[in-house]
């Protein structure tokens, strides 16, 4: 399973970006009925989850981005955002995206996000 990330870039504090991550070799339905994520990796730290839409369609976010990020689908396009407003120099470092298929997953290559204050 392939994941096309891209939409990272370079803003200041208060900024916004969207991140998107298209799956363009999977079956719609099974699209549909995944779970997908994003993750982020700071520098010096371990990677963690920003935001996911569960297989049953539930949306989390991690408590220091809700009210500023927005996870969300668009299956037609086969395609996963993350709009990302109010950022912030702590959100800084390279998002990853997460695709769920069974008991495997499958990551986006990485796109950097950096906010300078």
């Known amino acids: 399973v392939q994941l096309q990330a891209s939409g990272g870039g370079s803003v200041q504090a208060g900024g916004s970006l969207l991140l998107s991550c298209k799956v363009p070799?999977?079956?719609?339905?099974?699209?549909?009925?995944?779970?997908m994520a994003w993750y982020r990796q700071a520098p010096g730290k371990q990677r963690a989850l920003v935001a996911e839409?569960?297989?049953?369609?539930?949306?989390n976010y991690r408590d220091s981005v809700k009210g500023r990020f927005t996870i969300s689908k668009n299956n037609n396009k086969k395609t996963m955002y993350l709009q990302m407003n109010s950022l912030e120099p702590e959100d800084t470092a390279v998002y990853y995206c997460?695709?769920?298929?069974?008991?495997?997953?499958?990551w986006g290559q990485g796109t950097l996000v950096t906010v300078s204050s």
């Open positions: 997460n695709y769920e298929l069974g008991s495997r997953n499958y």
């Open positions: 070799r999977i079956i719609l339905s099974t699209f549909i009925t995944s779970r």
């Open positions: 839409i569960t297989s049953a369609g539930s949306i």
